[in-house]
């Protein structure tokens, strides 16, 4: 199978609010609408054309998941150029110069320019070619791929014939070819639903060089054809590039937050044994300090009844006496504990002010990262 060396009725109503959100000529911004989608729609436009799914795009914990499919036909990738694996679940669309290969349940895009693109799509048809029903057609486009493209020439010339064998020639050219292929992180994966494979328009759209904006009021996503560069877009939304730079900087936020939590919790740990300790040997002192003037205390009663002084106003006045004598021990021990305590808290709180004070801004950072990606709009990288 491909991939394995690679890559382990709302009917009338619905279409009258379809043809209000699409404007005539273009957006402000001066974009030209590429496509529209509504959430729980069929039907949906490219261009001025009506066209129809056999799914409708849903709402799932606050994102908008389109079929990928319909999505990519809108965005000009032909019928023959999106490629399934069942076995591998992977997926594979060509169009434009643009490959984008997706795995379902497992977040980031692997995106392929131009004739490394090209090549991939090219060989996934090779494989395909021997279960055409139109042997005559199969073999023109062996044919024609063996003199456009050299580089599959081999696959080409024994598909037809010996698909294992192409199949494999094509493996070790996959194997090069993913060497040079630029991954894009996303923050959530592929889904199938109804036999169909969902995923945020943005994604996709922005990897062949269009730009999204999501309206929550109608629950409409839109399409935009932006820059002639590919991953590039007009206007204040981010492109292909930017996205994946951000994306990369949210990665190595959540990375850097991860690590200074685990210095601060490591910290508190250290601080918080450091007054288990202290309370420790105040409760050992306390219970040497009572028990030695039970003692004295014992010692001095056996004392006075032995001269019959037991119940004197003597023995009264030697018990208190004691007892004074030990309440300046038992304050110590206990002034000691707070002067130890005090200086555990201020260490504590100076070695954590900074690591706070860091994880906080990280925190911030990481926040308006992730609001500017939701958003699509701009942030200085």
Known sequence: MWLRAALTSAAVFGL??????????????GEELQAVFVVGEKRYLVGNETRFMDVAPFVEQGRT???????????GVPGWAVFWDEQTRVAYLYGNGTGVFLTIGEPGLLVL???????????????????WSDREKALAEAVRIFYEYPELAQCAAVAMENPALASQLFEGILTDIFKRAEF?????APVIRQERTFLPARFVAEAFGFTVSWDHGTQTVRVFRGGSDTGQRAGSGLSAQERVKLEQRKQELELAISDVEGKIKKLKNEYRYQRELIENNYNSAM?????????????LIKSLYARGLGGSPLAEYERKKLEEAYAPLYRQLEEEKRIHLRRIEADERLALEPLEKSLAELKKLHAEIVAVLESGGKLAL
Request: glycine share 4%; charged share 25%.
């Open 184 to 188: 894009v992180p996303t923050d959530v």
């Open 113 to 131: 320019r131009g004739r490394d693109a090209a090549l991939v799509a090219n060989g996934l048809l090779l494989e395909e070619l021997p279960r």
């Open 287 to 299: 219970e040497r300090l009572k028990k030695r003037e039970v003692e004295e205390l014992n010692a």
């Open 65 to 75: 998941y389109v079929p990928i499919r319909y999505l990519a036909y809108s965005l």
């Open 16 to 29: 009258a609010l379809l043809l209000c959100f699409w404007p005539s000529v273009s957006d402000a911004s």
